[in-house]
């Protein structure tokens, strides 16, 4: 159980387009998605913290016009990046949380992790 | 804030000897510790976590880490490696108490490389 998927797994594309990211919960509801980008050798920086039908709280210095985030199930975020640009070349990991009745978000509840999209802006 | 540091970014070791992974964290409020496992290519699994209670936390594949709250350390220990555990790891804090180890800040990572 409390396995999460990313698709694509990696995208090649031009510099100036746009690109999806889905991240699905298979087997429970999310109702917490977080959104990391890690770049090559180095650790995960927290992007964004989406939550099921409300505006995504993004992190200090990530554009939130160019990370577009949206969480409109609590199966399914997206990460749109938009007007993708060499920089912007990553891999990036969604995370989720799983939906527990009564749990306070002040209490322990584990994320689980998906595989990962490498994006490749050329 | 919080922060982590991971003062070893490569150990090697061979076969069946004993490793340590280091792991020291700053923090102005209570936090959860992690340490989750990266293999190529792939997400993070989580290996253990400290909540409360017991300083020595045992996890999966035989890892076990201790919290020392003086020293703000949680390193990870292995009595004995296996090829397999060649991977990435990350040592990470969440907000403790009031955040429910969410906005997880992660070391920039060991790789953990075991040679026959």
């Known amino acids: 159980g409390a396995v999460v998927s990313q698709h694509p797994s990696w995208v090649i594309c031009k510099s100036g387009t746009s690109v999806k990211i889905e991240c699905r919960s298979l087997?429970?509801?999310?109702?917490?998605m977080f959104w990391y980008r890690q770049f090559p050798k180095q650790s995960l920086m927290l992007m964004a913290t989406?939550?099921?039908?409300?505006?995504?709280?993004?992190e200090q210095g990530v554009e939130k016009d160019k990370f577009l985030i949206n969480h409109a199930s609590l199966t399914l975020s997206t990460l749109t990046v938009t007007s993708a640009h060499p920089e912007d070349s990553s891999f990036y990991i969604c995370s989720a949380r799983a939906r527990v009745p009564g749990l306070a978000d002040s209490s322990y509840n584990e994320q689980f992790f998906g595989p990962g999209t490498r994006l490749t802006v050329l | 804030a919080q922060s982590v540091t991971q003062l070893d970014s490569q150990v090697p070791v061979f076969e069946e000897a004993p490793v340590e992974l280091r792991c020291n964290y700053s923090s102005s409020v209570s936090v959860y510790l992690f340490w989750y496992v990266q293999y190529p290519n792939q997400g993070l699994q989580l290996l253990l976590k400290?909540?409360?209670?017991?300083?020595l936390v045992k996890g999966i594949n035989g890892f076990e880490a201790e919290f020392n709250k003086s020293q703000t350390s949680f390193h990870l220990r292995k009595p004995s490696v296996h090829i397999s555990d060649t991977a990435e790891y990350f040592c990470a804090v969440g907000l403790g108490i009031t955040g429910g180890g969410n906005k997880l800040t992660f070391g920039t990572g060991t790789q953990l490389k075991v040679e026959l």
């Open positions: 087997d429970f509801q999310a109702t917490t």
């Open positions: 400290y909540l409360s209670g017991s300083t």
């Open positions: 989406s939550n099921e039908g409300s505006k995504a709280t993004y």
